[in-house]
């Protein structure tokens, strides 16, 4: 899990909650891999909007982050890839408002350069003598691969368990699988050694990504902010230039 941290550059426009509120300057996160991208661009411009905050993120899976936090980790936000996983920590009293679906995506097939096997659709996955990547089945990339064959009428095929998106995209492109289903963002994030097959709506899911305020977190006012920044159209416009979906 990669531990990213963004020291606060100066800039104007603080407002009250921008300026750390009750709790001090840091916002810690909790994100799940495929937002590494935006939210490492998010950071930068939240940070400069907000100069007296600092904020800090830990990826991962959602599956593990949200174990996480139900087994008492301290952090004042977390972004999952799904409402599945959400869920985990709003059954009590970890959270501290309201649930905001703040970006959606949708599923790829993810081949070598080149697409050496010729994958073109799900059913090919299914062939005999292939190295499959998935997500491992509580990770949402992976739970949604299970539900895409599903959709599809296909056996879910033999396949590596990965702990996270990332680490489906990276086995396929360092040559350790021959193709593997991951987010839409997050093969267009890679920028050598794979190439994006589309999955046909009909087979595909549509993952909304929900973000909320923790109970245990000691920033509340700057957790507002930066979920508040998130939603705003300069979060929105971050978000879409990575390949997502937003609200």
Request: charged residues 20%; neutral net charge; glycine residues 12%.
């Amino acid at each position: 899990m990669a531990l990213v941290v963004v020291s606060a550059v100066g800039a104007s426009g603080c407002s009250s909650a921008g300026a750390g509120g009750a709790g001090g300057t840091k916002v810690t996160v909790l994100a799940a891999a495929s937002l590494t991208e935006p939210f490492n661009a998010i950071k930068d411009e939240f940070t400069k909007q907000h100069p007296a905050l600092t904020v800090e993120v830990s990826y991962g899976s959602s599956s593990a982050l949200a174990s996480q936090i139900t087994n008492g980790a301290e952090a004042d936000v977390f972004a999952s890839a799904d409402q599945a996983n959400m869920a985990k920590v709003t059954g009590g009293d970890l959270v501290a408002g309201a649930v905001e679906v703040f970006a959606r995506n949708t599923m790829a097939i993810v081949v070598p350069t080149g697409n050496p096997r010729g994958i073109r659709e799900l059913k090919d996955l299914t062939g005999a003598g292939l190295r499959i990547s998935l997500g491992a089945p509580p990770v949402p990339v992976g739970k949604a691969a299970r539900e895409g064959f599903a959709k599809a009428g296909l056996r879910v095929p033999a396949a590596t368990e990965e702990p996270d998106v990332k680490a489906v995209v990276s086995r396929v492109a360092l040559g350790e699988a021959d193709a593997g289903i991951a987010w839409v963002t997050d093969v267009r994030a890679t920028k050598q050694g794979v190439e994006l097959v589309e999955i046909p709506a009909g087979h595909n899911v549509v993952s909304d990504y929900p973000i909320v305020r923790l109970a245990a977190g000691k920033n509340g006012h700057g957790a507002t902010a930066l979920i508040e920044f998130i939603r705003s159209k300069s979060g929105q416009d971050i978000l879409r230039r990575y390949g997502f979906q937003t609200i």
